[in-house]
């Protein structure tokens, strides 16, 4: 259940820039802290995870990552991007965006 749990904050926080740890917290019925502890183990996981102070902070992913580099071996990422280079540029420039290459 743990490691279900921890997957589903990593895919809340990926659809999202900054959502309030409560509103983590209530959704997946836990506490608070359950989810600071989750946010750490990403931390630990290299993924690139912040918090906001504030009225309108919360917890977030860093704009710069993506899910799909978790799955991605070094040679995939350089087969990958010698594909893309092939592509005309505005092309190219939209899959080195979304694939962060």
């Known amino acids: ?23 983590v917290a209530n959704k997946f019925e836990i506490s608070t802290r359950t989810v600071f502890r989750y946010l750490s183990e990403l931390e630990s996981a290299g993924i690139p995870t912040f918090t906001k102070p504030g009225r309108n902070g919360g917890i977030g992913i860093e704009k710069n990552f ?36």
Do not use: C, W
Request: net charge positive.
């Open 1 to 23: 259940m743990k490691i279900y749990l921890g997957f589903a904050v990593l895919l809340e926080l990926n659809k999202h820039h900054i959502v309030p740890a409560k509103e």
């Open 66 to 101: 993506s899910l799909e580099s978790l799955f991605l071996s070094g040679s995939d990422k350089l087969l990958l991007r010698q594909a893309v280079d092939t592509l005309p540029s505005d092309i190219r420039k939209y899959f080195f965006q979304k694939l962060n290459l």
